[in-house]
């Protein structure tokens, strides 16, 4: 609680203190109707000395029809009340508004501030200096000093300032502020760190790769303060709707208090304020407290920004409530797949010698490779046992393989392509594979290598939780149609789309989008680099673990920080979650203030029920400050 929270719930705790004490007071000894009046007129302005100030100073602005004006005009009337009929007891009624009027606003206030420190977790991983290496020494200045290329040095507990590649030491690096994953990364010199992540162990020496204004703490920043600038329907309903409501309820008080009396007035002659004008004044000072639409106009964005808080701690960024609102809807999600469903991390499948000796093949091919970086290069490294032979004259053939001399024998490691080079016909050994590298001895075909891609971990759970919740899973990839359909089953999708070139990707999504109802949503998740296109297509747009690519960022409405598939289904189950609250709290409001209100009325016609008005305030209070913080506990359950 901060300390502005803490003031304000002392004087709510003494004004509250008064008022229960005058009550009995009141109730013990006979006190003067003026005294009474005036002593209530204490709790009443302790507690609501800056409502009415602020109510008061919105009249000159244009900005008067708000809660605040209704609140003042209501509590105030009360006392009006009892100051022109000594027989009216509404003093405490005005002060009882107020008082639960403030017990409201600052349980909103507590509500709002531990919505937004989820958020500003995310805020706070803002580094504030950078420690750069410059010929006078180290140098402590500000990020936005650093220039790309410059040394930086981080220590053990600090943040890393800019994105940039480790040149020296090596650490554990905390990601979570990023990713949300608890367990810590090990980075080592050559790996590429993003700004934000906190070193645990030993000292790195970073060269920053770029400037800070387009770091990966820079983005996020970015999308957590621009997060409200896209609001749901349900939010810019209830903006409407607060300007529209509030003067027409204020006229609508006005004409509940002055109609029916002058009809009683015309009717029976009696002009006297206790007989003709007190119970319709009274009925529209509680109409007004009734139809304040707190509830509404802090409960629904509430809900929203407390979603987005919780997916935020999970490393789930929204770039508005409205993508919220769009997820929610998603009846098909469509994922690329390499890189997104899979790690992009390969691994040898088969090894297939035209004459045997599949040991012999594998480490021939991997003799000619083992200078080599590229992905399919390093798994048959990995993959190849016991000694491996020296290869010598060893050279690539761009987009094709490698060729090298094995014990004074040239040898060919790649594509088909590259087998036409070594004169060697490849067989039908790799037929249905998606990725295999070809061995060949000159006018030789010895065999190949076939690969997979392993899947992510819980990619199989995203597309069960997905499955679970009524969304349909659609993967596309370039891979070959046997590759993608075994890919496809192994996760259990619904469907695949493969031999896909980037245009094709969004033809696809082209057509979903097409074929989908209206009050439906077409989803993609991508890695974030190549599918930009995509992204910017279909109504959501989920980049995974893309908080490098500038690309990502800029087209996609929703980031996975963490690259976990299954986050897409968090998020999902986030956004319905916000969306059921939101409508919960907007039946749940006007539900029970037209009740109240309709109780009311019935209260100052019916005879048989005048007996209630005695407690008109309390309903009142009710209708107000009550379904305000049932509301708003309602809505804070977005953040769990």
Not at 243 to 260: F, K
Not at 434 to 457: E, M, N, Q
Not at 552 to 561: H, N, T
Request: overall charge neutral.
């Amino acid at each position: 609680m901060t300390g502005k929270q803490k003031k304000m719930l002392a004087r709510i705790a003494v004004s509250l203190f008064l008022f229960i004490a005058l009550l009995i007071a009141g109730k013990i000894w006979e006190i003067p109707w003026g005294w009474g009046v005036a002593l209530m007129a204490l709790p009443y302005l302790l507690a609501g000395y800056d409502v009415l100030f602020d109510a008061f100073k919105k009249l000159f602005t244009g900005q008067m029809f708000d809660e605040k004006l209704l609140m003042t005009v209501a509590s105030l009337g009360a006392f009006v009340l009892c100051l022109i009929d000594a027989s009216a007891h509404s003093a405490h009624e005005g002060a009882a508004v107020m008082i639960f009027y403030q017990v409201g606003e600052l349980f909103q206030s507590i509500a709002v501030g531990r919505s937004r420190s989820s958020v500003k977790k995310l805020l706070d991983m803002m580094p504030q200096t950078a420690c750069v290496e410059r010929p006078g020494g180290e140098e402590t200045v500000d990020p936005l000093e650093v220039k790309v290329g410059e040394i930086f040095v981080v220590r053990p507990g600090e943040r890393i300032p800019l994105d940039g590649e480790i040149v020296g030491g090596g650490s554990a690096l905390d990601t979570s502020p990023l990713t949300g994953e608890s367990l810590p990364r090990e980075a080592a010199v050559g790996d590429s760190v993003l700004s934000g992540c906190i070193v645990l162990e030993g000292m790195l020496r970073v060269r920053a790769s770029r400037p800070f204004e387009e770091s990966t703490v820079s983005k996020i920043m970015e999308l957590v303060e621009n997060a409200g600038a896209n609001k749901t329907s349900g939010e810019r309903f209830i903006s409407s709707f607060a300007r529209v409501y509030t003067p027409l309820v204020t006229v609508a008080a006005l004409l509940l208090a002055l109609v029916p009396s002058l009809f009683v007035g015309f009717s029976s002659g009696d002009w006297t304020f206790v007989h003709t004008f007190r119970p319709y004044v009274h009925a529209g000072l509680m109409f007004l407290i009734v139809s304040c639409p707190c509830a509404l106009v802090i409960s629904v964005p509430l809900g929203f920004f407390a979603a987005i808080g919780a997916a935020g701690k999970r490393g789930i960024l929204f770039k508005g409530s409205l993508f919220l609102e769009k997820l929610s809807k998603t009846k098909v999600v469509l994922f690329d797949k390499t890189g997104t469903l899979t790690s992009g991390q390969f691994k040898v499948d088969r090894v297939c010698a035209v004459n045997g000796g599949e040991d012999d093949l594998l480490r021939l091919a991997a003799a000619v490779e083992r200078g080599s970086l590229h992905p399919l290069a390093r798994a048959v490294c990995a993959a190849a046992d016991g000694s491996v032979p020296d290869a010598l004259d060893v050279r690539e053939v761009p987009g094709m393989g490698a060729v090298g001399r094995v014990n004074g024998e040239e040898i060919f490691v790649g594509s088909h392509r590259l087998m036409e080079t070594a004169n060697a016909a490849p067989s039908d050994l790799a037929s249905g594979a998606g990725s295999a590298v070809h061995v060949a001895r000159r006018g030789a075909y010895l065999g190949c290598i076939t690969f997979v891609d392993t899947f992510k971990p819980d990619s199989a759970d995203a597309i069960d939780k997905l499955k679970a919740m009524g969304v349909r899973t659609v993967m596309l990839t370039g891979d070959r149609r046997s590759e993608g359909e075994r890919a496809a089953a192994a996760l259990g999708m619904d469907g695949v789309e493969a031999e896909l070139l980037p245009q094709n990707k969004v033809e696809i999504a082209k057509r979903f989008m097409n074929e989908k109802q209206k009050d439906e949503t077409v989803a993609f998740v991508g890695d974030g680099i190549n599918d930009a296109p995509v992204l910017a297509t279909v109504d959501v747009g989920a980049a995974m673990g893309a908080l490098g690519s500038d690309a990502a960022v800029e087209a996609a409405d929703v980031v996975l920080a963490g690259d976990r598939p299954s986050d897409l289904a968090v998020a999902v189950k986030i956004s319905k979650k916000a969306m059921r609250l939101s409508r919960e709290n907007i039946i749940f409001a006007l539900t029970v203030k037209a009740a109240i209100l309709v109780l009311l009325a019935l209260m100052a016609f019916l005879p048989a029920l005048s007996g209630l008005n005695a407690y008109a305030g309390e309903f009142a209070v009710f209708a107000d400050v009550g379904v305000s913080v049932i509301a708003i506990l309602n809505a804070m359950r977005a953040g769990r």
